[in-house]
């Protein structure tokens, strides 16, 4: 199956540590991102690589540290885990963006984690 | 920073009914986009828009570009149950529009009593 696959679905830890999710597209796509939904469901943007070269970092800390070793796969590591981590992540990937050229993302079905 | 107003925020309605929601945004975009996530999945994307004035549909799905190209809205017609989810309008603005950065609405919450 063509998809966004990302590893694990849950993810329960306690405060301090860290942890990684990992998410891997087989669409033959150039961008991946990483979007955080909160318990009111709103997405945003954290980041955002194009063929391994960061491309959007946003206001996020730098306890987040995104790795993509290469086109494929964008993986996230997190250290010193804190409450407010706690959210679903989702990973996404789309076609290479341009001024011209606009294209959907595509999801995968999310990492739910949990910080006690 | 860009911002999309998405509404209503959630709905109940019975079966068979229509239904509307939209979303506004404060600077222009080049592309709007609906998803619909279902609980425990991602988003999956539901109709595309890229140009004002466009209007496409899907099935009993309808939306429209805007021609002011600050706005967009989404009709389901006919709803059945399944059609129970999380409806986001996403678009991308003219100018913020770094690295394909998708902005998310709020999300209408769709219930469909049978």
């Known amino acids: 199956d063509t998809a966004v696959s990302q590893t694990p679905k849950y993810l329960v830890t306690q405060m301090g540590n860290d942890k990684s999710i990992k998410c891997e597209q087989n669409?033959?796509?150039?961008?991946m991102y990483w979007y955080k939904q909160d318990s009111k469901k709103f997405l945003k943007i954290m980041f955002s690589?194009?063929?391994?070269?960061?491309?959007i970092n946003e206001t996020v800390p730098n306890r987040f540290s995104p790795k993509s070793p290469d086109k494929a796969h964008l993986n996230l590591h997190i250290n010193s885990l804190e409450l407010g981590d706690s959210a679903v992540y989702f990973c996404?990937?789309?076609?290479?963006?341009?001024?011209?050229?606009?294209?959907?993302?595509?999801f995968g079905n999310g990492t739910r984690l949990t910080v006690t | 920073g860009q911002q999309l107003n998405q509404s209503p925020q959630s709905m109940f309605i019975q079966e068979g009914e229509d239904v509307s929601m939209n979303c506004t945004s404060s600077?222009?975009?080049?592309?709007w986009l609906w998803y619909k996530q279902d609980p425990g999945e991602g988003p999956v994307l539901l109709i595309a828009?890229?140009?004002?004035?466009e209007l496409t549909s899907n099935g009993r799905l309808t939306a429209q570009f805007g021609i002011t190209r600050k706005d967009s809205f989404l009709n389901i017609s006919a709803s059945i149950p399944s059609d129970v989810g999380i409806y986001f309008c996403?678009?991308?603005?003219?100018?913020?529009?770094?690295?394909?950065?998708?902005?998310f609405g709020q999300g209408t919450e769709l219930s469909v009593k049978p």
């Open positions: 996404a990937s789309s076609p290479k963006q341009t001024s011209s050229y606009n294209s959907p993302l595509h």
């Open positions: 669409l033959g796509h150039d961008t």
């Open positions: 690589y194009n063929n391994k070269e960061l491309i």
């Open positions: 600077s222009i975009f080049n592309t």
């Open positions: 828009l890229y140009k004002a004035g």
């Open positions: 996403a678009g991308r603005s003219v100018l913020y529009n770094q690295g394909g950065k998708l902005i």
